[in-house]
């Protein structure tokens, strides 16, 4: 499991920078939203929420980070 404080720049197993943050909830649309999730900066995580969750996810291969506790 990779833990990371503050979003990283680039996947710890492949290497990409194109790390989405993962927005869970149900968040209200918005055209900005909408273009960061088109530029595959953010993903919908849906609305189950657990008690841990990763706060980000690598679009290339799909490798989940969390928030390490500060
Ligand atoms: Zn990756």
């Known amino acids: ?40 900066k953010l993903i919908l995580g849906g609305c189950v929420i657990s008690e841990r969750d990763p706060k980000w996810q690598c679009v290339d291969c799909g490798a989940k980070i969390f928030q390490e506790n500060q």
């Open 1 to 40: 499991m990779h833990t990371s404080k503050h979003q990283p720049e680039t996947c710890p197993d492949c290497g990409s920078d194109k790390i989405a943050k993962i927005l869970f909830g149900m968040p209200a649309w918005s055209p900005k939203m909408q273009r960061e999730i088109d530029q595959g």
